[in-house]
């Protein structure tokens, strides 16, 4: 059973307790806790840098209540993710990697240049098409329901939705 549960932006500064306005720009940090990834929003004002153990962290901006309103995507911040991940073993970690790498190709960021077996696991080069460095990414073999899963907790972690 895939386990991520990270909760979407509270809209409230975690150092601060203040609420943070439609607009207004914050960061966001993921981090670790009990093996699994929890979302800290800092305002601006009480952000002193990367706290220690940060797995990840990114600027944003609040959008406004009304509608669903999705943030734009953040290559560079997702591409940043991406290589954190790699040679994570944890097998929660490569299932985060592979949807995260399926985004970066949606977004041109990544190509796709072949597969290859090693043992059971099937291997997924990619080349990134700004650097032109080669990213191996194990395709973790998801169903259909579990990359549904899989996305949405990236989307989440990431303050898409």
């Known amino acids: 059973m895939i386990d991520y549960q990270i ?3 509270t ?3 975690c150092a601060s307790g203040r609420e943070l306005r439609p607009g207004e720009q914050y960061y966001s940090v993921l981090l670790e ?15 002193q840098g990367v706290p220690e153990g940060a797995f990840s962290f990114w600027r944003g901006r609040l959008a406004p209540p009304q509608g669903k309103q999705r943030l734009p995507i953040d290559d560079e911040m997702l591409m940043d993710c991406f290589q954190r991940l790699e040679g994570q073993l944890e097998p929660s970690r490569l ?16 190509r796709f240049e072949r597969t290859e077996q090693d043992g059971s696991q099937e291997i997924l080069w990619m080349r990134c098409t700004r650097t032109g460095a080669r990213h191996a990414v194990v395709n973790p073999d998801l169903t259909e329901e579990e990359l549904t899963t899989v996305q949405e907790d ?5 303050g898409w939705e």
């Open 11 to 13: 809209r409230r500064c």
């Open 95 to 110: 299932r985060f990697r592979y949807v995260v790498a399926l985004l970066l190709m949606r977004r041109r960021r990544l």
């Open 154 to 158: 990236v989307f989440q972690a990431l």
């Open 7 to 9: 909760q979407p932006s």
């Open 33 to 47: 806790e009990g093996g699994k990834f929890v979302r800290k929003d800092f305002s601006i004002e009480a952000w």
